[in-house]
């Protein structure tokens, strides 16, 4: 690889980590925006209004590149999220920084698809496996940093800092693109399922709204509840009648014949839904039940990234070696459910070095999920359908990522909110909801940072309960899940054996 085309393939990775390290970077930086900003009972959707628009988009970018450029389409996407950051870095309301975090997703669901297309597109096959190495590098390294820079720029800078970051790297990114990246001017035969990915964005609306304000906001028995659970059942059954008559699908139903296919992207959807836990909610345990700064927040999550990181390359070799993956995926079911049932062990005395120990277990759950899930994605499709499952795995991890913050939120939310309310009075429970003051570093009187500390933990009960059920469905299904040979890249299934596999 020559020194220009190098360039811009670093040009491209720095384009892509932005996203996850955005992400990350969240968790520790979300007490202290609520304490700035207010709105402690919508706080979940500055997760959620970036995800669910990130998963609708994504599958678009990739049309898009193939319509207009692969390089413009991922500039595109650079710019946008960029503008996201920015404005989210300015925002003086909790409903202006979910509203700027949509912008952000938007562009966001760009940055991975656009990366992987451009790198396939400008480099042979052999260098570009080694430099699927370097993302299996950058990608972990953006899971375990994130964390960390986000309760440094708290506590040291301003959690603006969260957003205002990604401008430099960005700049940076479009411009080695711009610059050292050049490709031949073609466009390709491509369709946009513009109507697919607007039912899919109506469905994961519809439902995070149901999992957000259902038994909070209005009852379960409610009119608005009863027309977003209508609207997600009617946007479903459009959204699978459009897919099943559209020339280039978001989701491809044909994948779905296959079970151990869908059963992989139902599995990979709670491993979305459980790393939510670790990213989001649990530096607000860290930081409000236990007084961690945000940057000691940051660092009490790692064994959980460390745990995701560690079990994903082991099994990968493992597999890679043997050749046998359901087992994997068994494993991080009973895995991911034994660690969220240790969450229970926290209280709001417990030390922070067990508390932070006991997040290990959840995390590497997770990551022996993400592994195999992929690897039976991959090994169930066609050759023709590689990228379009490739996107797939993607697509259900992200959606499992969007409804698991609006439904862990909800669930957070609902049980700090009965227990301010049970020690505090409807009143006062109140204010110190919608004043931002959920910290017990502000100057509260002692009876309310204690029950502060009760509401928080109980929180985190709750979502442990969810976790451990999702632990549950997913060992369940890679129960279901068939084995078959891994075939190799240019063979049939049908003719290769376990030993034949490579990754």
Known sequence: MNRRLYAGVVGVILGMVTAPLDGMMLGPALPVIVTDLGGAQDFSWVMTAYLVPMAAATPIWGKLGDLYGRKAAYLSAIALFLLGSALAGTAQEMWQLIAFRVVQGLGGGGLMVGALALIAELVPPRQSARLMGLFGVIMPAALIAGPLLGGVFAEQLSW?????????????????????????????????????????????VSLSLLASWGGTRYTWTSLPIAGLAGTAVVTTAGFLWVERRAAEPVVPLRLFADRSFTLAQVVRLTAGAAMMVFAAFLPLYMQLAKGASPTASGLLILPAMLGMVAVSVGSGQYISRTGRYRGIAVLGGAVL???????????????????????????????????????????????????????SVTLWHTMGASLGAAVLGALYTGRLTDTLQARLGTGRAGEVLADGRLTVAARLPGEVQDAIRAGVTDGVHGMAAAGAALGVVAFTLACLIRETPLRDRNTPASTTTLEEHHV
């Open 160 to 204: 603006r800092w969260a957003f205002y970051v990604n401008l430099p790297v960005g700049a940076v990114a479009a411009l080695l693109v711009a610059t050292r990246i050049r490709l031949e001017r073609r466009r390709l035969a491509a369709r946009i399922d513009v109507a697919g990915a607007a039912l899919l964005t109506t469905v994961l």
């Open 337 to 391: 459910t034994g660690g969220m049932l240790a969450l229970f062990a926290l209280t709001p005395d417990t030390g922070l070095v067990p508390a932070s120990a006991l997040t290990l277990f959840g995390g590497a759950g997770v990551g022996l999920i993400m592994q195999s899930t992929t690897i039976v994605t991959i090994n169930s499709a066609a050759p023709r359908d590689m990228g379009a499952a490739s996107g």
